[in-house]
């Protein structure tokens, strides 16, 4: 590239940043605060022996201002003040917290491979997408932008599970596995709900003009949806207590206490043995 075009690049490169809406918190950072955020809730995994431990207050005051930093480059974009916003999240983590320990615990009661709490909470992909999601879905509901949509990326980009902070979902959740679990906007799940992996809860047409209606299916309390079923729709309720197998596809609604399985056929043909002359 000759000087000249360079400059000419530079040139275009600077007007194209000007046209940018907002800048955005660092994802490296976002990554980090959701991080330390469940580590002060759960403070399981040691760090290096060598590096000094902080008591509570200060690892609270050290979120608060991360944050308050993260923040700073969406102030166009909040409706409310900064100081409001912060306040509104942290009074939430207490119940956050109590949240996480029953997905812990459901996790840990409905998972015959699991140790224990500790272990479900310290390696278990699902549980780290699940507190992401709650911490997410408290500050989508303060107001913040954008932040909440990057938070469950991070999640996803670490668990391969993709849950909207935008999606209503109650107590007791437990994603088993985890890979490939798509949980879209407008999803409502009830309690003691179960998913496997491969799960999408998902809409049936992928419309811009639909973006402000329900597209995505509810999923009443105590329903259990294995590995691959696809369900879909906005209108699409599934009752409660029902069972729906793997690979199932459902574009409508069940009643409660069904039992939904895809029907696949399989053959076993015997080989035919060469005779022997």
């Known amino acids: 590239m000759t000087a000249n075009h360079q400059e000419l690049f ?6 194209q940043n000007e046209r940018y ?35 509570l207050a200060m690892k609270y005051a050290d979120l608060r201002h991360s944050l308050d930093c993260m923040l700073q480059p969406l102030l166009p974009q909040l409706k409310k003040d900064k100081e409001e916003i912060l306040d509104q999240v942290f009074s939430q983590i207490p119940g956050i917290y109590e949240d996480l320990l029953m997905d812990a615990k459901s996790i840990t009661d409905n998972d015959p491979a699991s140790v224990s709490i500790e272990e479900v ?3 278990y992909p699902g549980f780290m997408a699940i507190a992401t999601y ?5 500050f989508a509901k303060a107001g913040i932008p954008l932040l909440p949509r990057m938070l469950t990326e991070y ?14 979902i109650g107590h007791s959740f437990f994603i088993d596995h985890g890979t490939g679990v798509v949980i879209g906007e407008t999803t409502h799940i009830g309690n003691n709900v179960k998913l496997y992996q491969g799960v999408t ?9 639909l973006a402000s209606r329900k597209r995505h299916p509810t999923i009443e309390d105590n329903v259990v949806v294995y590995a691959n079923a ?48």
């Open 21 to 55: 809406n907002y800048k955005l918190p660092s994802r490296q950072d976002a990554g980090k605060f959701i991080k330390d955020l469940i580590n002060f809730l759960f403070p399981i995994s040691q760090d290096c022996p060598s590096c000094p431990s902080k008591d």
């Open 10 to 15: 530079f040139q275009r490169l600077s007007k």
């Open 134 to 138: 709650r911490f997410a879905h408290s």
């Open 121 to 123: 909470i310290s390696v």
């Open 155 to 168: 999640a996803h980009s670490q668990t391969g599970i993709d849950i909207h902070p935008n999606a209503v």
């Open 230 to 277: 696809t369900i879909l729709g906005g209108e699409t309720v599934i009752g409660h207590d029902s069972v729906i197998g793997g690979n199932a596809w459902l574009v409508r609604s069940v009643p409660p206490f069904s039992q939904v399985y895809h029907q696949s056929k399989i053959e076993i043909r015997p080989q035919s043995v060469p005779s022997v002359t």
């Open 201 to 209: 809860l998902g809409a049936t047409h992928v419309s811009k003009s």
